[in-house]
């Protein structure tokens, strides 16, 4: 019996929960049956706790091929009579939004909730998109929490919701609330909850045009219904000031937490009249009303795009209010994190107050600078080192999201272009056949089962040249060395089966592809300059395990590190072309450390004259 305080912690009990973990709680005390994910920062380890726990069979746990996958198993178990929870980062949903648009049209009888992770400042990710669009795009009931216990909370809440309306409904997080740690009061988790019975409805079910017709119009009941919940929901809240105040905040997401710091740490709270919104789609328009009736000026907070300020400024011209609304400026934009002191000095500014300007944090000077970079070790590096040495400057490199990424800068600079998840196979061949140049694709093998099969079915039938290398390191690195279905380690058991990525390569067509080991650079330089001199689609699959999995999860590590037998021009040639972190500069001379050396041995092979190996 697991003894996990999530699982087990009983109501009343106090506990100190990331706000990932609180979700988890969240959807155990709402009797959540089914978990589908895509792992993505800042979302990961909400999945990934569930698995730690286990569960004792309360729920079933599915790590999918990607998003849209997710949520259609998530749907099919919704549709069922299942409670079910989706997860993924912001990007995620538009790979789900296809299923998800759909599913919110025929409803979903047993519940399903849509965890969407925003990233604003772009942490992990490649843009900072505003998830609350498709809440208004697609028409789900938005619950946005800014603490662990909300996210405890409104998780429950939500579930609530979506199996009372038969709806999905979005659960929006940020990076921020995602990976905060706060206290959370616990509630009752209950036993097992009946699943709603399915009764066949094809004029429901089945939207052909006819039937999409007239459940589109069917959902502005649903939505009318879904804005009374809003009305009286305890997540939104007005909080009032001193007797007569007549300025008011309207804040939504993580704004609530700066604003509140922001307003006690300049006592300004007796100045101003605050309405929180935490369930911030349908918007509570009579509550929003009512407290717009008793403003004067009203300052809307909220990260992101302006979506709430542009509702409440149509909400006052259509109700004919007289309020001033102030919103985003030159200090808070749509671009980026808030944080306090910008909070402050925007409330300053509008109530006439001096505040201090705000300071960029900066870096000391004197501090060297420290740019991403692949891990000691990583197999990648050996492939890029490879691939510069045939290639250099006379090929095009399309990338890829993951750890893989990082071969852009200097001096791997094994990165030209990157749109998405497996756009490497499709961007590439679309690159080549416009410029007629060498296009080198890469690919990870998480990233391939995601979304670059589709790409390289459509390179082989549309004859494209381009040359695919998959840098297959037997995990999803980047998110957390989450499961995928080319994994074939032991560690997990009967959870999925291994599918082979060469013999799938294979089936779709593709009639040269080689696998190599990613540590031999002779195998690898061979097979690359053998691709070079060919056309059409060339596939060569680079495999090697994480250097973190092996050690971490697979308890394996290599019995030797690398050492410097002979310093001179070699050895610095090695440095600059390889950069492995290990390498340290002492003036002119260079040593390896011995601490972060991993014993991949490719210093010995680029330069064998200047390297040898030692036990550790």
């Known amino acids: 019996m697991s003894e996990n305080p999530l699982l087990n912690g009983a109501r009343g009990e106090r506990h100190l929960l990331l706000g990932n973990e609180a979700i988890v709680r969240g959807a155990l005390e709402a009797g959540v049956h089914m978990v589908c994910c895509y792992p993505g920062t800042p979302s990961s380890e909400v999945p990934d706790t569930f698995r730690h726990i286990g569960g004792e069979g309360r729920y079933t746990l599915e790590y999918s091929v990607n998003e849209k996958v997710a949520l259609e198993v998530a749907a099919g178990a919704a549709l069922g009579g299942a409670l079910s929870l989706v997860t993924m980062k912001h990007v995620g949903l538009n790979v789900a939004a296809d299923p998800l648009f759909t599913a919110v049209y025929t409803g979903l009888p047993g519940g399903m909730v849509v965890l969407t992770a925003d990233d604003p400042g772009c942490h992990s990710s490649q843009n900072e998109q505003d998830n609350r669009f498709y809440a208004r795009f697609a028409m789900l009931p938005c619950f946005e929490p800014v603490s662990a216990q909300e996210a405890k909370d409104m998780t429950r809440e939500a579930f609530l919701v979506a199996r009372g309306l038969q709806q999905p409904v979005m659960l929006r997080t940020t990076t921020r609330v995602n990976h905060l740690r706060g206290p959370v009061d616990f509630g009752d988790i209950p036993e097992p909850q009946p699943l709603v019975e399915f009764r066949r409805d094809p004029g429901r079910f089945v939207p052909v045009p006819a039937v999409a017709r007239a459940r589109h119009a069917a959902l502005k009941g649903i939505l009318e219904k879904a804005r009374e919940i809003a009305e009286k929901s305890p997540f939104n809240t007005v909080r009032e000031s001193g007797e007569g105040a007549r300025m008011g905040v309207i804040a939504s997401g993580v704004a609530r937490n700066y604003l509140a710091d922001a307003l006690e740490g300049n006592g300004w709270r007796e100045r101003v009249r605050v309405l929180e919104l935490g369930m911030t789609w349908p918007l509570p ?138 756009s490497s196979i499709s961007g590439g061949s679309g690159f080549a056949r416009a410029t007629g140049r060498t296009t080198v694709g890469f690919v990870g093998d998480s990233t391939f089962f995601h979304s670059g099969m589709t790409g390289l079915a459509n390179a082989v039938f549309n004859k494209h040249n381009i040359i695919l290398v998959i840098l297959d390191n037997g995990t999803t690195a980047m998110t957390g060395h989450q499961p995928n279905p080319g994994m074939v380690q032991d560690v997990l058991g009967s959870m999925s089966r291994h599918l082979d990525i060469e013999a799938i390569v294979r089936g779709l067509g593709v009639e040269k592809c080689v696998k190599v080991r990613a540590f031999n650079l002779k195998a690898v330089t061979a097979a690359l300059e053998d691709m070079k001199a060919a056309d059409g689609v060339r596939v060569l699959i680079a495999e090697e395990p994480c250097v973190l999995y092996a050690r971490r999860q697979l308890k394996k590590s290599r019995l030797q590190v690398a050492e410097v037998a002979q310093q001179g021009a070699e050895a610095l040639r090695c440095l600059e072309q390889l950069a492995c972190p290990a390498f340290v500069r002492r003036g002119d001379d260079l040593a390896v450390d011995a601490t972060l050396c991993t014993g991949c041995m490719v210093c010995l092979q680029v330069a064998p004259t200047a390297f040898r190996a030692r036990k550790r």
């Open 285 to 422: 328009t009579t509550l929003l009303e009512n407290f717009l009736r008793g403003c004067d000026s009203v300052l809307v907070l909220e990260e992101g795009e302006p979506l709430l300020e542009q509702d409440v400024r149509a909400l006052v011209q259509e109700r004919g209010l007289a309020t001033d609304i102030h919103g985003k400026d030159a200090q808070l934009t749509e671009q980026g994190e808030y944080s306090v002191a910008q909070v402050r000095c925007r409330l300053a500014d509008w109530l006439g107050e001096s505040a201090p300007a705000v300071e960029s944090p900066g870096v000391d000077a004197n501090l060297p600078g420290r740019p991403p970079n692949l891990c000691a070790g990583c197999s990648h590096r050996a492939v890029y080192y490879a691939a510069r040495q045939v290639f250099g400057d006379d090929a095009w490199y399309s990338s890829d999201i993951g750890c893989y990424t990082l071969g852009l800068l200097p001096p791997l600079r094994t990165a030209d272009f990157l749109f998405c998840m497996g």
